[in-house]
């Protein structure tokens, strides 16, 4: 997540004062153009995905569109929020605090986390945003000739009669009701689970996405679920071979350097960040305990993207 960018690649600052309203469809080309500016490379598909899953506020100024913010609402509980960007010539006027807070209004007493920059660590920290590790950006295209491992008899595509065992994973790995991201991951891309004849014990899911494809989120469960989560990103990957790939992986995962060695350089990170007022833990949940005991080793070894988690 971004804020306020080095000024000098629009317009000269404003002297209106900007307008907040909601975020509405017909805003997006803007955006697609704004995130441009910053060198993020969102197709209007991904601002569109972005938008039907969630929703946000923007910032206008004489009917032009200078800022943007999202959030995502996983359940009752819990939420994400990304995709904060404020035009390089409206910068110094509070717009990334104001929109931050119009989104905190709207998500109420849920536990909020969001992925930051270094450039947007100080205000999610005055926002009460909490630092917890790091998230590492994979990406490359991928040469058609890289040798991956053979994909093992226990990677397949995921099935209809899957739905709920990946769902109670994801509720495991999280703690979150992500029904509605999971729904359209579904529907918008590729998926895949390892089951060894005893259920599906892991999955990861791969769509169109910026410059070319993007892995995640991979989760995994059991003593072998990091094994089970490189089968899995070496399967999919393999489906992109001449293709720019990218995944995004936490610190706990241990695949950086794994990655890399196959071809995807690590090239930035971001900070998790949470802003959790009840208290609430990221990862588990009672709902999860109860549901999901079988799965409750369950790991989150790359995210959907820096701004779903």
């Known amino acids: 997540m971004t804020l306020d960018p080095p000024r000098g690649l629009h317009a000269p600052a404003h002297k209106t004062a900007p307008h907040l309203i909601a975020l509405r469809a017909d805003h997006l080309p803007d ?6 500016a910053l060198g993020w490379p969102y197709r209007e598909a991904d601002w569109r995905f972005a938008f039907d899953l969630g929703s946000g506020f923007a910032a206008e ?3 032009r569109l200078v800022a943007t913010a999202l959030w995502w609402p996983y359940g009752q509980t819990h939420a994400s929020m990304g995709m904060v960007i404020v035009d390089p010539g409206m910068q110094g006027r509070g ?3 104001a929109l931050m807070e119009k989104l905190l209004d709207e998500a109420r007493d849920r536990t909020v986390f969001l992925n930051a920059t270094q450039e947007g660590l100080p205000l999610y920290a005055q926002l009460g945003f909490v630092a917890r590790g790091q998230v590492f950006q994979h990406q490359a295209v991928l040469p058609a000739d890289t040798v991956l491992a053979t994909t093992p008899a226990s990677v397949r ?6 739905d709920e065992s990946v769902r109670r994973l994801d509720l495991a790995a999280t703690g979150m009701d992500r029904t509605a991201l999971l ?3 579904f529907a918008a891309g590729t998926t895949m689970v390892v089951d060894r004849g005893a259920g599906v014990s892991a999955y990861a899911c791969a769509r169109e996405f910026g410059r070319g494809v993007v892995i995640g989120p ?3 469960s059991g003593a072998d679920s990091a094994a089970d989560a490189m089968d899995l990103i070496a399967a999919l990957a393999g489906r992109t071979r001449g293709r720019f790939l990218r995944i995004d992986v936490t610190e706990s995962s241990g695949l950086s350097a794994w990655l890399s060695e196959m071809g995807l350089p690590c090239v930035g990170h971001a900070v998790p960040m949470v802003r959790d007022i009840q208290a609430r833990a990221i990862g588990a949940n009672a709902e999860a305990e109860a549901d999901a005991d079988a799965d409750a080793d369950a790991r989150l070894f790359a995210l959907s993207n820096q701004s779903f988690g």
């Open 95 to 97: 717009l990334g605090r």
């Open 61 to 63: 100024v004489d009917g």
């Open 218 to 220: 991979v989760v995994a």
């Open 157 to 162: 595509p995921l099935r209809a009669a899957d």
């Open 183 to 185: 729904n359209a991951l």
């Open 31 to 36: 955006a697609v153009e704004q995130s441009a």
